[in-house]
């Protein structure tokens, strides 16, 4: 199996340029911040253990993505949106919905959370579907 490795360092960049933009007070900022119950403006200064998280995170998801797509043979749109719809909808909504309705955390912010990894994800399976790592040439 053959990985595209910058197409998936370009993706895990692209998870944390959204993440910074998503999670902005330009943005989803302050109803992401009233549905944990928290001030937005203490967000100002991030925890570096959950900006490294999120970092690892995106690799060990752009990696597990494209060792999925070469598995199961994605190679068009079609499959693409499906194996995409099936990531989210399996582990990331089956897993975040109840845990933050029994944390009792606002709607919004699980609406907000929810967007963000389906855009992360769809985001995902599209770049490494079809940005193929070239064979390499004869030397």
């Keep these: 199996m053959r990985h595209n490795h910058l197409a998936i360092w370009v993706t895990?960049?692209?998870?944390?340029?959204?993440?910074?933009?998503?999670?902005?007070?330009?943005?989803f900022l302050d109803?992401?911040?009233?549905?944990?119950?928290i001030?937005?403006?203490?967000?100002?200064?991030?925890?570096?253990a959950a900006?490294?998280?999120?970092?690892?995170?995106?690799?060990?998801?752009?990696?597990?993505?494209?060792?999925?797509?070469?598995?199961?043979?994605?190679?068009?749109?079609?499959?693409?949106?499906?194996l995409a719809v099936a990531l989210w909808a399996?582990?990331?909504?089956a897993?975040?919905?109840?845990?933050?309705?029994?944390?009792?955390v606002g709607a919004g912010a699980l609406l907000i959370d929810l967007a963000n990894t389906a855009v992360a994800t769809l985001m995902t399976v599209f770049i490494l579907t079809f940005w193929r790592a070239r064979a390499p040439t004869g030397a």
């Design 90 to 93: 399996g582990f990331v909504f």
């Design 31 to 37: 109803g992401w911040a009233a549905g944990f119950r």
């Design 12 to 27: 895990v960049a692209l998870h944390m340029v959204l993440g910074f933009l998503w999670y902005s007070p330009f943005l």
């Design 51 to 82: 900006l490294v998280l999120a970092l690892a995170g995106a690799a060990i998801s752009c990696y597990v993505a494209s060792w999925l797509i070469q598995r199961l043979g994605v190679a068009d749109a079609t499959a693409a949106l499906g």
């Design 95 to 104: 897993a975040l919905a109840p845990h933050y309705l029994f944390a009792q």
């Design 39 to 48: 001030d937005a403006a203490a967000m100002a200064q991030p925890n570096p």
